[in-house]
Every structure is written in structure tokens, then in C-alpha cells.
């Protein structure tokens, strides 16, 4: 049987949805059908949640670059591929056709050979927003090696952590990244990081930001000598040839947040990922041919793997990519970038839409967004306010919001509103894709069936079976895998979210459940920021918490006992603040530091993080029971401080 590719009605949808949890290997064998395949496959799906053990198209080969780039060269040659916008105005834009785009990848790809890299073998990505960076990416993955970006935020001890865990042989970095009024030294912090580590042979480096850099001999070496070495020109095209992959082999290593403290590498593989994230990107965005898409995310996290580079690339569309940030040089930034290249389809963060809308409806004078048709909102729940905001003065009241709601772990949008043809909801992701199996559970795993006084059911979010993005095994430790995400509640894949369902099926996320927080949108584990702040000298001990925030979504409260000498507070403040930026990086430093005499603590020794949240987030009375604590005198003394 064949089905439509891309649903365009609600009853389209509910076929589609009712045959892919129905008969799910004749739904994705369907959907497979629109992708380019060295070999097909010999089993759609083989699963259990136990092990846990998932295989999509066994037996099936790829390379997921020929769908992103060769499979193009023909009717699409000619089109933008990727549009790139300069973090300062006054430069100029980039335009790199398929054609062009597929010729840098397989140039790099060459460059990536001659340095020794081999098929398996991890590259880390520490790159700013340039296109570089997706050819990076995309060159890697032609030759079959792992990649393994890391956000240009990260500090060296935090790169050097991820390129121990991953046993990263290869580095592909700038000198510097330009990132609003700033211009972050990367290569600088890639040598901090690189101080004792025994893995790593080859750094190689690309001009952005001409800041000096220290060059050390035989193991670094510069992107444009290299490209230079791969010879091209008319009569002479360099095409390397696709490395063939296995349905299953790693396609890259991603790390994310958990509720410990060291962070875990998400590994996706080659064949679920790319039909995944095309697919979505198809029908969430009812992509239609020659639309410019523009996801404002950065590619060291997820959503700029999905939405920048394979899904669109995959889909034949146009990608737009932004190196700066939305309020510089003005907060009209966005808005200038939508008009000047014509943007379709906006896809950015919460967020983003609060700290623009503080800034009032001045920089919106003079600006026509009238290319917009579709907006896409990701990373974190959005509040009616934000929703409205873009919806009116973004959006002009024609064009569907799609609040997609996923995790580096789901690889692209699990719950979310197909825009314009299935209905939005202010604030709720809405109904879940095809083949995607929600169910809310309480904390023994039983489904929720009782609805609450406002007549929604209320619960821990879990999927049931298997899509074909779910992330595959965190890298060198299964185990990990196994106990993160697919031990708390037998046979469901538990999401770390809570959510809400009501009677049309459609679900509203609520947020984390676990110990993790949401800044801004990225994911931080309490436990990473109190490891970094008990590094501190001073520091004797620490709890994290969130509270709500009004751009950031939430911000991040720590409780410190200090030990030292701290005469000056604020400077203290500042002393902690360094080390935290020096162990995670800039995006971890908390937004409030309280200086405690003591934590409030069980007989046993355990934290109540329950009391201290609610302290952060204002409550001063109904704390609940502390009569279990250790000493109930300390959370009279917190309470005092709160700041
Ligand atoms: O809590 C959910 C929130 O972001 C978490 C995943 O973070 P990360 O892996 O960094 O991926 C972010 C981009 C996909 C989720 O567990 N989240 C993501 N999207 C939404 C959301 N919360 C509410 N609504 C959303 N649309």
C-alpha cells in the first residue's frame, strides 16, 4: 500500500495516524519509498523497550548525504540550498545551491580522508553559525565517520569532558565566532580543552573572526590550506563517493542534560533519523516546494541538526541559517532578515518571542513579513501571552503556529499541530505524529485514567512503541540508556515531561518532572550546576533549583554554603559565577546565588528540593510537611534570605 507523503487534511491525518500504530512497518515502508537507497530493506522494524533493542530497515543501505545532496543535483542544482546571514548587516549574505553545497561537502569529505579520518571514527564540531559548519557536518557524515557538535557556548572543560566520554579523534573548529557585539575565541578554548587529552590527532581550523590563534605542529592544520590540496576546478568536479551505510550505523553523537551530573551522548542512526526528520519537516511545516525556511536555533543543539541541516536538506528546501543573535544589532533583527530574504516558514524558541516582545512594537515599524506563512515555536512550553504576541504581530493572524514539542532524544517533533491542517491550541503541542503512541502514567506507571477538576488527565508522559528517530543507545554506555529512559516504567519510553490531555486528545506539556531545568530553552541538570559550584573553592555545598522566569522560561536559583572568607558578596557572587562558566560554560551560571547556613536536609541526608523550589519560586506558607527534616530551623533562616 501507498499513503500521501504529506497529509493534507485532518481526515488524511487520522488515516495515516490510525494505519502507522496499526500496521507501523506498512506505514514507514510506505513513507521510505521517497527516499534514495543504495540497498532496501530487509525488516521494517524490529523492537523491545527492555534491553532496550530498537532496529528500523534492517538490512537497508544509505548514505544520508546523497538524500540531502546528490538526490537534488538534477531538478534542484540551481536552488538555494542554504542562505546564510552574517551576524553584522553590513557583510554579505551567502547563497550555496545544491550543487554548490553538494561540491564543499564532498571537497571537505576529501579534506576529512586526507587527515585520516575513517568510517566510525568521532569528529567533534566547535563551530560558530557559518556554513562551514553544515558542511562540517555533512562531510562527516559522507565518510561515514560520527559527528559530535558542541554549542560554541561550552567551555573547554565541559568540550574536554564530551571529547574523553566520546574518544573523539578529530576536531573541526574556528579561530573565533561572531555572536552579537561579541567575538567568542574558539580555537582558544579548543587548546584549553585539548591541555592532556591523549585521543585527539588532528585540529583543523577555518578563518572567521581573524583573531590570533596558536597554531601547534602536527596537529593543527588550516580548513583553507587543506580545501586548497583537494584540487576541483571545470573538467576536474570532486566527487567523493559516498561511504554506504547500514540502516543502523551511528549517524552523530549528541550530548544532552540528564538529572545526573555528567551528560549524556544521544546517538542517533542513519536510516530513522533522516526519514524522520524529512518527514516531519514535510508534514509539520507543510513544506511545499520553493518555501525558505528559517530556523533561528544553532546546530549544536538539536533542533539546528533536524531543522537547519538533514531534514530540510533531505526535503529539497531552503534553508536559511543565522549567525547572530535576534537583538543585535537591534531587536529588529529577525524581522529585517525575514523581509530581506523572504522567509516562509519562522521556527524558533519561546524564548526568543518573549525577550523580542519586551522590547515593544518599535522595532516592528516598517517591517512587511508579509513572506510569512507558517510559524514554529520549540524547547519549551509557550505561554498564551508569547503565543498571542506572535500570532498577531508576527503572524498577522494568517499564519498556523505549530508548537512542536520533542527532545533530543525523539530526533524531530513527536506532539505538534500539523500547521493548517490539524488545529492549533494556544500553549498545547496538540496531537502526536503518526507512529508516535503517547500515554500518561502516574509514579507507578499506571495510565492516568481520572481527569482532574478542570477535566483534563494529568500525568508522566511516556511513548509506547517505537518511531523510527528514537534515539538508538547513549554513546559507551547502554546501560545508561536502559536506566535513563526506559527503566522507570516498564516497556514505555519515559520522557522526563509532565503533560496534560484533554477530551480532543490533544496534549499540553507542563515541563520537566525531573531534575532538570529549561533556560531559555536548553537543557541544564541541577546536578551539573551544583558539581560546578562545589568546585569552587569556598563552596561546601550546594542545591539548584529553577524558578519562573519571565524571558528565560525558567532561571536557575542556587542555594550555596559558603565557607571562605566573603566580605564583599557580590564579588563572591562573581567568584562562583566564574567557575561555573569555567566547568559548564556561560549558560549555566545561575541566575540568582543565596548564601545558607544550611540546607534543608532528612534524617537520611536527603536535600528537600521540593521546599527549596518553592521558596525560589516565592511561596513562604504552604512549604508542606517539614517535620521530617533534620532541622526545621533552617528553612525559617532560607526563607529570610530569599533574594
Ligand atoms: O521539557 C521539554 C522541552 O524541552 C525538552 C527537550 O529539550 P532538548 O532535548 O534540549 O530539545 C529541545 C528541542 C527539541 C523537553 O523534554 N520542550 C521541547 N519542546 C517543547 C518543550 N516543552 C513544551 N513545549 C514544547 N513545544
Known sequence: MSYPYQITSMDQYEMA??????????YWASVAQHFSWRKKWEKVLEWNFKEP????FQGAKLNITENCLDRHLGEKGDQPA??????????????????????RVCQFAQVLRNNGVKKGDRVCIYMGMIPELAIAVLATARIGAIHSVIFGGFSAQSIADRLEDAQATFIVTCDGAFRGGKDIPLKSVIDDALIGNKTIKRVIVYTRTRTAVSMIKGRDVWWEDEMLK????????VNVVAEVMDA?????ILYTSGSTGKPKGVVHSCAGYMIWTTYTFVNVFQYNPGDIHFCTADIGWITGHSYIVYGPLSAGATSLMFEGI?????AGRFWDIVDKHKVNILYTAPTAIRSLMGFGLDPLKGKNLSSLKILGTVGEPINEEAWHWYDEHI????????DTWWQTETGGVLISNLAGVTPAKPSWAT????????ILVDENGREVTQKDEDGLLKGNLCIKAPWPSILRTTYGDHERCRKNYFATYENLYFTGDGALKDDNGFYRITGRVDDVLNVSGHRIGTAEVENALNMHAGVVESAVVGYPHNIKGQGIYAYVIFSGNKKDEELTRKDILSTVSRVIGPIAKPDKIQFVNGLPKTRSGKIMRRILRKIAEGETENLGDISTLLDPGVVEEIKNGKL
Open 82 to 103: 542554504i542562505i546564510w546571514e552574517p551576524n553584522d548587516p553590513s557583510e554579505n549574505s551567502r547563497i550555496l545551491t545544491y550543487k554548490k553545497l553538494h561540491q
Open 17 to 26: 495516524y490510525r494505519v502507522s500504530v496499526t500496521n507501523p512497518e506498512e
Open 395 to 402: 503572524g498577522k493572524k494568517k499564519c498556523p503556529i505549530v
Open 431 to 438: 496531537l502526536p505524529m503518526p507512529g508516535v503512541q503517547p
Open 230 to 237: 583537494v584540487t576541483e576546478g571545470p573538467g576536474n568536479p
Open 53 to 56: 533493542n530498537v532496529k528500523w
Open 248 to 252: 543502523e550505523d551511528p549517524l552523530f
Open 326 to 330: 535576534p537583538t543585535w544589532p537591534d
